[in-house]
């Protein structure tokens, strides 16, 4: 007898737990939380964990509460795949992320096989949503898009310049250069210098006395903040003053600790700027509050989350598929970064880029403001 209700009470504990346990939906954050990039980590870890903070506050997703779980990718095409699969293993519904590129075109795959979307507020390579998979959205543009701003800017204000195009190897830079290249090749403007470098790579002299002896006057970067910065310094330290451009892999303040002064008048592609949004205001300043500036990606992290727990609530239901197809058919959704629809791929429908300029501000310290 003692035993059967020995039994009794364990089932029902057992039951009370698992219950409580699926109460939880489970929201994955992957980027690099470590290495050179994690100030571009910080911003979706950030950005998320706000968002997930503030719905659960006003209820949840159909009665449910978020549970962010973190996944270092460490920039690394591998330990993103691991990341991925630790996700699935972990019952994760959602992902937002990955950061790089070459992170997120490998852990889709395993999202998608098992039912998990995954929104990018920062992947730009045209080929994670270029694949025919159900699961792959992005909260920011593509290179494609980025790469011919980039490119019309290059052929009306260098045309006669001697224009050096470098890339770090990977599918983001490489794919952004090779975009706006492609936009300046037919505005008419070839480049004199077309080089690729490693990522991790600090000396960078052999490529500047290449660029010494092409009398480069412009030198537009596709790749990260890390070695844009080390560029810059080592093309000041040897005399070269043409500026750098470059796209949303250096939009951060960590760029200017790295380039020092080298980083005056750089160029930069990025989307007008979330923070000066009105409706973005009081959570602007709920980060800032919490010590965190929003830079670059947080609020497209945050409107990542938003539009996740909308669609949900909208299907009344976390089940994958049913929740993708109502964020293509049911946008626009109202986020922290504006009104956001998506087309049948996965892109947004409203892309937008501006050119910024790197320079001193009222505090006389180096940032970026848009021109």
């Keep these: 007898m003692k035993k059967s209700l020995l039994s009794a009470v364990a089932l029902t504990a057992m039951v009370a737990f698992s219950g409580s346990a699926w109460a939880d939906i489970l929201v994955g954050v992957g980027g690099p939380l470590t290495g050179p990039n994690a100030a571009f980590g910080a911003q979706l ?22 549970k962010i779980v973190l996944g270092d990718d460490v920039s690394d095409a591998k330990q993103g795949v691991s990341v991925a699969n630790k996700f699935v293993a972990d019952g994760v519904k959602f992902v937002v992320g990955h950061f790089n590129s070459g992170v997120s075109i490998p852990a889709s795959e395993v999202y998608a096989e098992n039912g998990i979307i995954q929104v990018t507020p920062a992947s730009t390579n045209p080929t994670f949503t270029e694949r025919d998979l159900w699961n792959t959205f992005r909260t920011c543009g593509r290179d494609d898009q980025q790469g011919g701003v980039a490119g019309k800017y290059i052929a009306d204000n260098f045309k006669d310049g001697k224009v050096a195009v470098i890339h770090d190897k990977t599918p983001y830079g490489q794919g952004l250069a090779d975009e706006t290249k492609k936009a300046m ?19 960078f002299s052999a490529l500047i006395a290449k660029m010494k002896q092409a009398g480069v006057t412009l030198v537009y970067w596709g790749g990260l903040h890390t070695e844009a910065g080390l560029i810059m310094r080592q093309m000041k330290d040897q005399g070269i003053k043409a500026p750098m451009m470059s796209g949303d892999g250096i939009v951060s303040n960590e760029l200017a600790s790295i380039a020092g002064d080298a980083v005056d008048g750089t160029l930069m592609t ?10 973005a205001k009081e959570l602007v300043e709920k980060f800032r509050k919490a010590g965190f500036e929003p830079e670059a990606y947080t609020l497209y992290s945050y ?5 996740i727990a909308e669609a949900a609530k909208k299907a009344g239901s976390t089940e994958g598929e049913k929740v993708a197809e109502t964020m293509k058919s049911s946008g626009p959704w109202k986020t922290a970064i504006g009104e956001i629809g998506f087309n049948e791929k996965g892109d947004i429908t409203r892309p937008d880029y501006v050119m910024y300029k790197w320079g001193k501000g009222a505090d006389g310290k180096y940032t970026y403001t848009e021109m």
């Design 270 to 279: 990025f989307a007008p700027d979330p923070r000066k949004n009105p409706a």
């Design 45 to 66: 870890q950030k950005g998320a964990e706000q968002a997930a903070a503030d719905i659960n506050a006003a209820g949840g997703i159909n009665g449910e509460k978020i």
């Design 185 to 203: 090749n037919a505005a008419g403007v070839k480049e004199v210098l077309y080089e690729g470098v490693t990522t991790g790579d600090k000396d």
């Design 303 to 307: 409107a990542a989350l938003q539009i």
